[in-house]
């Protein structure tokens, strides 16, 4: 995930097929005059439907971005940050009423990994509530029917038995760690749940394992396992070196899933009609895993990375440090029933990753 505030330097062009200018906080609203007769809305999955990706130069807003496209998706709508901050309420609720949208997709969030979770707790819980509240409510106040929320596998509780089914929210503590983030999107769903309840909305919930792929962060020191092995084999073959030291004792067992199959999944789950998504959720049960739903030890990981880079020596692991949790797999059987199934190997969707890497060294986020 991308460290506290880092920008992605790698961003695509700006995404969106139509970005309407502006209104700002200052008050800019619709031209003067007589108010254009509103435009019919339209939902997904009809191609004509106005989708607003909150976060889209971030590595899944802009996967979502490019598959909404290759949908077909001819009007999305995308603000970047310098533009619009999803922290103040008033700029997001001009933003909203200055043009029609039909459907919001909420992939902008604070992100990070361990540290930036220990350093900043209050970002993370203040940042992504104000976020999530300022988009949803906006979204409700313009009269936004469908949106979908995009939560994290960090949710559920440190000792949920595993596969994480849907159901173990909230029947334990959380992990310590990142829990001022998880009970952010924790709060993120029941946002969704209490305007589908009270209010007649069809705002949608998805919660993906770990992910990884073309715009990851590739910190040397403030990364995810993927981009940070990768980035070291790449830099061990490179220097001929004959070693490479991981922590841990490589048995913990993970999931990791390409963010083009999340993106894939999202815009499943956005095009799936109200009644189905409903028939499959409960109303305060909401959310949708979305994960590959098979789990690999953090050593058939490495290995894999190693022989994807072209790392030809040796892996020692470092025992004395902290293994973590022994497995975090996700139960995909809700996604599954609602017609989606990741596509994408691990090794084949790291080679892919390895290959934007290379093209994109010289512009890696920071
Ligand atoms: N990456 C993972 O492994 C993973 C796993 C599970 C869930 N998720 C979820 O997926 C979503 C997207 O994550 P990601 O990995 O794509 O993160 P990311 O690369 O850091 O992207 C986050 C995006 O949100 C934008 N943003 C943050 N604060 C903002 C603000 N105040 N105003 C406007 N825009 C703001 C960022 O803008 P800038 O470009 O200006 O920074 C960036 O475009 C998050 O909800 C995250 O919880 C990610």
Same mark, same amino acid.
């Given at each position: 995930?991308?460290?506290?505030? /880092?920008?992605?330097? @790698?961003?695509? $062009?700006?995404?969106?097929?139509?970005?309407?200018? &502006? #209104?700002? +906080?200052?008050?800019? =609203?619709?031209?003067?005059?007589?108010?254009?007769?509103?435009?019919?809305?339209?939902?997904?999955?009809?191609?004509?439907?106005?989708?607003?990706?909150?976060?889209?130069?971030?590595?899944?807003?802009?996967?979502?971005?490019?598959?909404?496209?290759?949908?077909?998706?001819?009007?999305?709508?995308?603000?970047?940050?310098?533009?619009?901050?999803?922290?103040?309420? /008033?700029?997001?609720? @001009?933003?909203? $009423?200055?043009?029609?949208?039909?459907?919001?997709? &909420? #992939?902008? +969030?604070?992100?990070? =990994?361990?540290?930036?979770?220990?350093?900043?707790?209050?970002?993370?819980?203040?940042?992504?509530?104000?976020?999530?509240?300022?988009?949803?409510?906006?979204?409700?106040?313009?009269?936004?029917?469908?949106?979908?929320?995009?939560g994290?596998s960090?949710i559920y509780?440190?000792?949920a038995?595993?596969p994480l089914r849907e159901e173990a929210l909230l029947t334990?503590?959380?992990?310590?760690?990142?829990?001022?983030?998880?009970?952010?999107?924790?709060?993120?769903i029941?946002?969704?749940?209490?305007?589908?309840?009270?209010?007649?909305?069809?705002?949608?919930s998805v919660m993906?394992?770990?992910?990884?792929?073309?715009?990851?962060?590739?910190?040397?020191?403030?990364?995810?396992?993927?981009?940070?092995?990768?980035?070291?084999?790449?830099?061990?073959?490179?220097?001929?070196?004959?070693?490479?030291?991981?922590?841990?004792?490589?048995?913990?067992?993970?999931?990791?899933?390409?963010?083009?199959?999340?993106?894939?999944?999202?815009?499943?789950?956005?095009?799936?009609?109200?009644?189905?998504?409903?028939?499959h959720t409960q109303?305060m049960l909401s959310h949708v895993n979305v994960?590959?739903?098979?789990?690999?030890?953090?050593?058939?990981?490495?290995?894999?990375?190693?022989?994807?880079?072209?790392?030809?020596?040796?892996?020692?692991?470092?025992?004395?440090?902290?293994?973590?949790?022994?497995?975090?797999?996700l139960d995909v059987s809700r996604l599954?029933?609602?017609?989606?199934?990741?596509?994408?190997?691990?090794?084949?969707?790291?080679?892919?990753?390895?290959?934007?890497?290379?093209?994109?060294?010289?512009?890696?986020?920071?």
């Amino acid at each position: 995930m991308a460290a506290a505030g /880092a920008s992605l330097a @790698a961003a695509p $062009a700006p995404a969106s097929a139509t970005v309407t200018p &502006l #209104a700002t +906080a200052s008050g800019m =609203g619709p031209a003067p005059g007589p108010s254009p007769a509103p435009a019919a809305m339209a939902l997904p999955p009809d191609r004509n439907a106005r989708i607003y990706v909150a976060g889209h130069r971030g590595m899944v807003g802009s996967a979502i971005v490019r598959r909404l496209r290759a949908l077909g998706y001819a009007h999305l709508v995308t603000a970047p940050r310098a533009e619009l901050d999803l922290t103040d309420q /008033a700029a997001v609720r @001009a933003f909203f $009423a200055a043009q029609p949208i039909d459907a919001v997709v &909420l #992939a902008a +969030a604070k992100v990070g =990994g361990i540290h930036a979770n220990h350093t900043y707790p209050a970002d993370f819980i203040a940042d992504n509530l104000a976020i999530q509240c300022n988009v949803i409510q906006a979204a409700h106040a313009a009269g936004v029917q469908r949106l979908l929320f995009l939560g994290s596998s960090c949710i559920y509780p440190r000792l949920a038995p595993q596969p994480l089914r849907e159901e173990a929210l909230l029947t334990g503590p959380l992990e310590p760690t990142n829990e001022p983030y998880a009970v952010a999107k924790i709060a993120g769903i029941k946002l969704c749940e209490s305007f589908n309840r009270q209010h007649g909305r069809d705002y949608r919930s998805v919660m993906p394992t770990n992910l990884y792929g073309p715009g990851d962060n590739f910190h040397p020191d403030n990364s995810h396992v993927i981009p940070a092995l990768l980035r070291r084999f790449h830099e061990a073959a490179r220097a001929g070196a004959p070693e490479v030291t991981i922590w841990g004792s490589g048995s913990p067992m993970r999931e990791f899933l390409h963010v083009d199959d999340m993106a894939a999944a999202s815009a499943h789950v956005l095009e799936l009609p109200a009644d189905v998504y409903r028939a499959h959720t409960q109303p305060m049960l909401s959310h949708v895993n979305v994960g590959t739903g098979v789990d690999c030890s953090i050593r058939q990981l490495a290995e894999t990375i190693a022989r994807v880079t072209g790392f030809g020596g040796r892996l020692s692991w470092d025992a004395s440090k902290p293994d973590g949790t022994p497995r975090k797999l996700l139960d995909v059987s809700r996604l599954a029933a609602l017609g989606w199934r990741a596509t994408t190997p691990l090794e084949r969707g790291l080679a892919q990753t390895y290959r934007w890497f290379l093209e994109n060294e010289a512009s890696l986020r920071a």
